[in-house]
């Protein structure tokens, strides 16, 4: 019923075609529509005709499978993060994950609470942080213009990172996620 | 209105104690031993048939859970609020669900936040909040909140405080604002 | 010797037998039993003697005089051919249901050879005070069997026919009394010399007498009630023997009676057979079916004494009434549930023969006499033809529905099972004897259909479709395994069909291919509704077709009325037109490959039927060809939108088979070249692609052992190649190019603008659009979407299955691509039919032509495999390999679904479309039909309304009757 | 025999560059009417290259696999079965082939097959959007087969080539001012074929995401888009060759192809959207009863 295969680990491509794909995907970033805390309210001005996203080639996708980008926008609960996992994994390589706010780099004011995460790199590869609590549509538009400049350099390698260290990230969400009851490989 | 229910409340239960009344708003504390009678009465005599909220308070000094059951009666707008005191070890109250079926929600989030049992509620156990919870419940006051998030989702990065003037001012090269100016001057 | 041998061996038996004691009961069966052969084998030696057995002349006789002197003093009897046939009967049901009566009431025996005695006797009689006596002895000796048995509902019944039997004595002998004293003469022959107002006294009390004793209807009320009452076994005896005596009696006395004009016995007889066949449609115990079936055949007596005379009438009577007395006989032997003794198989057959010989259905020996009756019936007198047409369908239905009540569960007391055997036994041989004396009759030379070539497109269409319905009746387990035969019966009869000569061929092959259907059909498991269902259209397209055919007066059929009649024949049996019902009940239902046969190849006889109509009036246009286009396209869309509704596989099938036989109404409506050539197209496409689809739904139930939608589901991954071959029939009859499908529209399109009918153009075009919903429906609903875990064993289905249906998926794919090898046969062969209108296409190569359009199959096919090969080529080839993954692993909001069946979209599947459609007044043609039933259940509530169960009312009745007979032949002389 | 494949392979590239061109103009009109920026016109190419390019994707199972190539299949048939340019015999590509009614039914075959796609995908969403997809489609084909008949026989010919030569008389003998009605009815019905909104049903974000689609990924979702570019150019050939008096010239193709993109486009912007049986039940009616009027006007 579900995937039992581990990831294949994706090996090294040409250059110049390479060079310009990564122009191509910096250019077009679907994000998964999923917001996971507070900070998802502060994606929706991203949309309107003040900030206007899609002038970057920025989209919403409703599904996981045609996205590139995941948001994590604000503090995450242990029980999102066990569909975050799961939504992350569905999404098709390459794929990046952007994290808002200051919940998701250590806790924030969330610091001590008893099912709110700290760091959210232990769990999930991100590949670019915005401050604040929370940033503002210009942060983030900030942030992925971080990303995309990221991308281009051909930096933005954290799906290569998270499948070459599957494990590591595994033992840190099983950790967290008593209940695990996920498939060991969902892609 | 809230006269006569208190008149009847304080003919039925003389060791009822008041805490607090206004024009449409009665609070009492009961017995422990006649709390279901109370509840009982509020709803079949005395008009309060809705049960807005059961809510509770770790008294940990007296070593008690305070019960409260927030009974609303809309024809005459007036509002009831029947307390109790239980005590903390292997606390058990009885279940409402056979009067209120809607109550099963709020005993099964009582339980697994405080660890009080409702023997009669036909769900009871079952995942409310929290997914695989094995640790004290973590509303308790004698959790360790704070012991619980270090060891769990790890150690905190150390916050190092930040002058904001100083912090911003590196950023914006000087304090440079009509306020900020005032206060200088004033300074 | 022999005469007097055959007549009183039984009352010798009944003697001793009376006398013997009863400690001896077995040397007293041995006696009985020794008797009777003997007894049965002089009048075997006697019927020979006279030349019973060719039926030609029944009235030789030889005179048997005992005594000295003349009746009444002594008896006379005179043994005629016809009454040898009938004593056989008799004889051997009292052997046959001898051994039970020694089982259950041994005293009895004396009163079963008594029986016997006093039905030779009434049969033989010349005299009418010797008629008398043994009409007594015969009374008396019913009352004595029925009340042997002491329990409430047999008194009742022997009460009953006490009560009847004394009424019919004192209007008896007062008759007699009158007879004697106008003529001073006794003998039957004296009723004819009577004048004047006796002469109306005796007719008036003779004919109700009869009418009383045979049970006709006004008078039926005491036979219901006794047949219901008494037990089966006396109720077997009593129709075989002393019910068939007194029948054939009657037969003897009607044409004597000094009525006038002997016409007012056929309408009193057609009036009653609707009558009462009205009633006997809400009689549900089969002693009271049997009663109203008795009812139906007395009324068909008094109808034959009023419109035929000579030979012609004794010949129908006697095999009318011989063979019904008979099979009644062998259903009371089986329709008995008292022990729990479970036939199945052929105990099926065993009680479907009798009921077939008692509806008239070919081959079976009263088909032949009701056939000729009806002939005659048709050309003089046509109301009552209709009338007597119409009791005998209302017959028919109640008859299937008793059979089909149990068909599903058949007990046969142990003791009877071998007389019932050697009772339809009996009646198989006399089939045979009847139909190989009838053999000149046929006609095979084809003369039907004139054109060779549409003669061969149906033969071979039929053989095809027969044949590759038969590897799948293999694999199969239990009781569907038995369907095979009657498939091939059917198959072999529809194979014949196109080469009927004349209208007797064509109405028996289509009559035995259709009830040959019926009986495997039965073999479903849970199909008796839909047997019934089947049966009840079968015969209604039987009858019509008859009535066509008899109204033509010899020739196939005629312009007006009667090829009306044939059409609305094809329509019912095509389902079209509200007639679907049957079509939905009994596919579902029917057992393995049957339904692709029914679906894909038995439908086709009505095409054939209609091309047959249309070429023998007109040479090719139809009756009111614009109405049949209009009925075809309405069908199509009405049936496409139910079948996009429907909750089962094959019942979807069922409504989808039915709409796309509309386009082939469409087409033959048009009467044009090009409608033709659309007709037969998708004649044949619809063949090949309906077999195909049936043929995977049987994989599918085999496998799954379900056909609900609701239960199915991604059985793409266990059974790819069924799902394969059901794609590519799909795509074809949604009329996607580049497969076969396309074809037949382009061309009815052609033809229909050609014509300039838009409308039905349109109707037809958004049929075919609707088609898609269903079409979609039936692949996900059963192959895509979500793999239940109910059907995680299931498997590919096997190979006989397999094999036929990739040899129909690789027709459609060749018809698809290079069509012009059909139609470079069809349209010369078209194109010499003189009565067809407008142009022909024309065909160039692989192009075809029309007046407005263009179509080039092989092109277009190449294009579409091309690029699909170019597409398919560039993404293998560019090096990106899909990973595959569980069927559960979908973007479902980042949860995991919790099982298959709550992913699986399949209930209500177009919940929007039925949203958009209610405001459309919910015609059903289901709610239409059983308005009819219930029209007629009222009908039938009122008429039965008459038999009260009370004996007082059914003496009132007969004095009524007389009453009334007496003021009408007053009236009327 | 070469001219004709080059000519294929050459309307098949221009088509799709064009479609795609058509796409990201849209895109930016849309955002134009919003008040917002937009992105940019190639948008759409980066999207698609980047859809392609990406490294991983998932199947399930054969159907889902085969799904994008009968939608682009689908789609370069119906391309290839209309005359592009009129009078240059080279664009006619295979439109010898068959007349409208094949046109009509060809139409179906990359739709079924994307439904298959959508069905072997297992997902609920996808399937749901489907059963929305045909359920509109039979209601859009109604009104749109009835238009097309009405001009066909009106001119009496199922030949596009026909159709278009009998609209060459100047700008008042093109069929939208012949068959007014018939037109009007084929232009609502060109809405939900293009999937506009208020007819926006099948690719409901709001509440299927995005509907057939849903689960395809990468380079098969990137055929899917090409094949969508493709069959959007095919359809406005078509409609521009049966109301718009064809195109006389490579100019008049590409901006009759582009003013009638537009009308869409702007009717999309600024209407909500029905409900699956409000949408079917306005197209039974309206733009049915539209045509019907010049049926019966040639009927007569």
Redesign the interface.
């Known amino acids: 019923m579900y995937c039992n295969q581990p990831p294949e680990k994706p090996g090294n491509k040409k250059e110049l075609l390479e060079k310009i794909t990564n122009m191509a995907r910096a250019n077009s970033l679907w994000v998964t529509a999923y917001g996971t805390g507070c900070g998802a309210i502060e994606l929706r001005p991203l949309h309107t005709s003040r900030f206007d996203m899609e002038r970057f080639g920025i989209a919403m996708r409703p599904t996981p499978r045609q996205a590139d980008v995941l948001i994590i926008s604000g503090y995450l609960a242990t029980k999102t993060l066990k569909r975050v996992i799961r939504v992350y994994e569905q999404m098709q390589d390459p794929k990046y994950i952007v994290a808002l706010g200051s919940c998701t780099i250590n806790g924030g004011m969330y610091f001590d609470s008893y099912n709110t995460l700290n760091v959210l790199d232990k769990y999930l590869p991100v590949d670019v942080y915005v401050m604040g609590c929370m940033p503002r549509p210009e942060a983030i538009i900030d942030g992925f213009s971080l990303l995309m400049q990221k991308i281009k350099d051909g930096r933005a390698q954290g799906w290569k990172h998270y499948k070459e260290n599957l494990d590591y990230y595994r033992e840190n969400q099983k950790k967290i996620i008593t209940d695990w009851d996920l498939p060991d490989y969902n892609w | 209105m809230i006269d006569k229910v208190k008149k009847e409340l304080e003919i039925r239960f003389p060791l009822l104690k008041l805490v607090r009344e206004q024009h449409n708003y009665l609070h009492v504390k009961v017995e422990r031993v006649s709390a279901m009678d109370a509840i009982v009465m509020a709803r079949t005599s005395l008009g309060h048939s809705v049960l807005q909220l059961i809510s509770t308070v770790d008294r940990i000094e007296d070593d008690v859970f305070q019960m409260t059951w927030i009974l609303e009666n809309y024809s005459a707008c007036t509002v009831l609020l029947i307390s109790a005191d239980y005590p903390r070890e292997n606390c058990i109250v009885p279940s409402l669900c056979q009067i209120w079926p809607a109550a099963s929600a709020f005993e099964r989030e009582i339980f697994e936040m405080f660890g009080i049992s409702f023997p009669g509620n036909p769900r009871e156990g079952e995942d409310f909040l929290l997914e695989g919870w094995k640790d004290t419940p973590p509303m308790r006051r004698d959790f360790e909140t704070e012991e619980y998030a270090m060891r769990v989702y790890g150690e905190r990065q150390p916050r190092e405080h930040l002058d904001p003037r100083q912090y911003i001012g590196d950023i914006v090269g000087e304090w440079n604002t009509p306020m900020g100016r005032k206060r200088e001057e004033e300074k | 010797m022999v005469k007097a041998l055959a007549i009183f061996l039984p009352l010798l038996g009944a003697f001793i037998n009376a006398w013997l004691p009863g400690k001896n009961p077995k040397a007293s069966r041995v006696v009985s039993y020794l008797l009777l052969t003997a007894g049965l084998a002089a009048v075997v030696m006697l019927s020979i003697q006279l030349g019973a057995w060719n039926l030609n002349d029944l009235s030789n006789s030889v005179i048997l005089s005992t005594g000295v002197g003349a009746p009444p003093l002594s008896i006379n009897l005179e043994i005629t051919a016809g009454g040898t046939l009938a004593a056989i009967v008799m004889y051997a049901a009292t052997i046959f249901s001898l051994r039970r009566f020694a089982l259950t009431t041994p005293r009895s025996q004396p009163l079963v050879l008594g029986l016997l005695t006093a039905s030779l006797g009434l049969l033989f009689a010349t005299d009418i005070f010797n008629s008398f006596v043994f009409l007594e002895i015969g009374s008396i000796v019913t009352i004595g069997l029925t009340a042997a048995c002491r329990c409430g509902s047999r008194w009742e019944a022997a009460i009953k026919a006490a009560l009847v039997s004394g009424l019919v004595t004192i209007l008896y002998l007062l008759a007699v009394a009158a007879l004697y004293r106008s003529t001073g003469m006794l003998t039957l022959e004296a009723l004819g010399t009577l004048t004047g107002g006796s002469a109306i006294l005796v007719a008036i009390l003779l004919l109700t007498v009869i009418v009383t004793e045979i049970k006709a209807y006004p008078l039926t009320g005491w036979g219901l009630d006794f047949y219901q009452g008494t037990s089966s076994i006396v109720a077997g005896l009593y129709s075989a023997t002393w019910s068939l005596a007194v029948l054939l009696w009657a037969a003897k006395v009607l044409p004597l009676l000094p009525v006038g004009n002997p016409i007012i016995y056929a309408w009193i007889g057609a009036g009653g057979l609707v009558l009462s066949q009205l009633a006997g449609l809400r009689a549900s115990s089969s002693g009271r079916i049997m009663g109203y079936s008795t009812s139906a055949y007395a009324s068909l007596l008094l109808v034959a004494a009023g419109t035929t005379t000579g030979a012609f009438y004794t010949q129908i009577v006697t095999v009318l009434m011989v063979f019904s007395s008979l099979a009644k006989f062998s259903l009371f032997m089986l329709g008995n549930p008292e022990k729990k003794d479970r036939w199945s198989g052929y105990g099926t057959i065993l009680f479907l023969a009798p009921v077939l010989v008692l509806a008239g259905i070919p081959p079976m020996p009263v088909f032949w006499a009701k056939f000729s009756f009806l002939a005659h019936l048709a050309s003089n007198f046509p109301v009552i033809f209709y009338a007597v047409l119409t009791g005998l369908f209302l017959e028919a239905v109640y008859l299937f529905r008793f059979w089909s009540a149990r068909s599903e569960k058949v007990r046969v007391e142990r003791a009877s099972k071998p007389s019932a055997v050697a009772a339809v036994l009996l009646m198989l041989t006399a089939a045979i004897w009847i139909t190989r004396m009838s053999w000149g009759m046929l006609d095979f030379s084809g003369s039907i259909i004139a054109s060779d070539g549409i003669r061969n497109i149906f033969h071979g269409l039929f053989a095809v479709g027969t044949l590759l319905c038969l590897p799948g009746v293999f694999n199969r387990t239990g009781r569907e395994k038995n369907y095979w035969f009657w498939l091939l019966i059917s198959g072999a009869a529809l194979t014949i069909l196109p080469a009927a000569g004349n209208g007797l061929t064509f109405y028996l092959l289509w009559e035995i291919s259709a009830f040959a259907a019926v009986i495997g059909v039965s073999k479903g498991v849970a199909a008796k509704n839909g047997t019934f269902w089947y049966a009840v259209f079968a015969s209604l397209s039987g009858y019509l077709l008859l009535a066509g055919i008899l109204l033509s007066k010899g020739s196939f059929v005629i312009a007006g009325l009667p090829a009306i009649l044939l059409t609305i024949a094809a329509l019912v049996k095509m389902g079209q037109f509200g007639t679907h019902l049957w079509n939905i009940r009994a596919y579902p239902v029917a057992p393995g490959t049957m339904p692709a046969f029914l679906a894909g190849t038995a439908s086709k006889a009505a095409v054939l039927l209609l091309v047959a109509v249309a070429l023998t009036t007109t040479g090719g246009a139809l009756p009111w060809g614009r109405v049949l286009a209009w009925m075809g396209a309405l069908t199509a869309l009405a049936t496409a939108m139910l079948a996009a509704f429907a909750p089962d596989y094959r019942k979807m099938l069922a409504y989808a088979s039915v709409s796309q036989l509309g386009f082939v109404l469409m087409g033959l409506g048009l009467a044009s070249i090009l409608g033709w050539t659309a007709a037969f197209y998708q004649t044949i496409h619809h063949l090949i692609f309906k077999m195909a689809l049936f043929l995977g739904a049987a994989g599918v139930v085999y496998r799954t052992g379900t056909s609900e939608f609701n239960n199915l589901g991604?059985l793409?991954?266990k059974m790819?190649w069924t799902f394969a071959f059901t794609?590519i029939a799909v795509?074809s009859f949604?009329?996607?190019?580049p497969l076969a499908g396309?074809g037949g529209?382009?061309l009815l399109?052609?033809g229909l603008?050609e014509a300039?009918w838009?409308p039905v153009?349109?109707v037809g075009?958004?049929a075919s659009?609707?088609a898609?919903?269903y079409?979609?429906?039936l692949?996900?609903g059963v192959f895509?979407?979500?793999l239940s875990p109910r059907n995680a064993h299931a498997k590919e289905a096997p190979l006989p299955l397999l094999i036929p249906q990739a040899i129909l998926a690789m027709a459609i794919m060749v018809l698809g691509f290079k069509p012009t090898i059909l139609l470079n046969f069809l349209v010369p062969t078209l194109e010499a039919i003189p009565g067809l209108s407008g142009l022909a296409p024309v065909i160039q190569g692989d192009m075809v032509l029309t007046a407005?359009?263009?179509?080039?199959a092989w092109?277009?096919g190449l294009?579409?495999m091309g690029?699909?090969g170019v597409?398919?080529v560039f993404?293998w080839i560019?090096g990106?390999k899909?990973?595959?993954?569980?069927?559960?692993?979908?973007?479902?909001?980042?949860?995991?679904p919790p099982s298959?069946d709550e992913?699986?979209?399949s209930n209500n599947?177009?919940?929007?479309?039925a949203?958009?459609l209610s405001?459309l007044p919910k015609i059903h043609a289901e709610k239409i039909f059983r308005g009819t039933t219930k029209t007629f259940n009222m009908l039938g509530d009122g008429v039965r309304a008459l038999f009260t169960g009370d004996g007082r009312t059914y003496l009132a009745h007969s004095l009524i009757f007389l009453l009334l007979l007496f003021v009408f032949l007053n009236g009327g002389m | 025999m070469l001219a004709n494949f080059t000519s294929v392979a050459l309307t098949i590239v221009g088509a799709l560059t064009w479609g795609l061109l058509l796409g990201g103009i849209s895109r930016s009109v849309t955002a134009r009417i919003h008040g917002r920026m937009g992105p940019r016109v190639t948008q759409n190419f980066i999207d698609l290259w980047k859809l392609f390019r990406k490294t991983s994707s998932i199947h399930h199972g054969g159907m889902f696999w085969m799904a994008p190539m009968f939608r682009i299949t689908g789609a370069i048939c119906v391309l290839l079965m209309v005359p592009l340019v009129i009078g240059q015999n080279i664009t006619y590509n295979m439109s010898f082939a068959g007349d409208v009614f094949l046109l009509i039914y060809i139409m179906f075959f990359g739709c079924l097959g994307m439904a298959l796609g959508a069905g072997n995908s297992g997902h609920p969403y996808a399937v749901i959007a489907v059963s929305r997809g045909l359920a509109q489609m039979s209601s859009y084909e109604l009104s749109f087969s009835i238009a097309v008949v009405a001009i066909a026989v009106g001119l009496h010919t199922f030949k596009i080539e026909g159709i278009v030569a009998a609209q060459q008389a100047g700008i008042t003998s093109w069929n939208i001012f012949r068959f007014p009605f018939a037109s009007a009815g084929a232009l609502l019905a060109f809405l939900p074929m293009q999937m506009a909104y208020p007819f926006g049903i099948v690719l409901a974000p709001q509440e299927i995401p995005i509907g057939p689609p849903t689960e395809y990924s990468s380079r098969m979702l990137s055929f899917m888009l090409s094949g969508r570019a493709l069959f959007g150019v095919a359809k406005l050939i078509l409609f521009v060759s049966l109301l718009f008096g064809g195109a006389s010239s490579w100019l008049s193709l590409f901006v009759k192809t582009f003013l009638l993109y537009m009308y869409p486009i702007v009717v999309s912007s600024v209407f909500p959207r029905f409900r699956t049986e409000q949408s079917i039940r306005f197209l039974w009616f309206i733009p049915t009863t539209l045509a019907l009027v010049d049926l019966v006007r040639v009927m007569l």
């Open positions: 991604g793409v991954k790819p794609l795509i949604a009329s996607v190019p396309f529209k382009w399109y052609n603008v300039g838009l153009l349109i075009m958004f659009v609707v898609f919903l079409s979609f429906r692949l996900h895509l979407g979500q407005m359009g263009t179509w080039n092109m277009v294009m579409v690029f699909f597409a398919f993404f560019s990106h899909p990973k595959y993954v569980g069927q559960l692993d979908l973007g479902f909001a980042g949860e995991m298959a992913v699986h979209y599947f177009f919940r929007p479309y949203r958009a405001f």
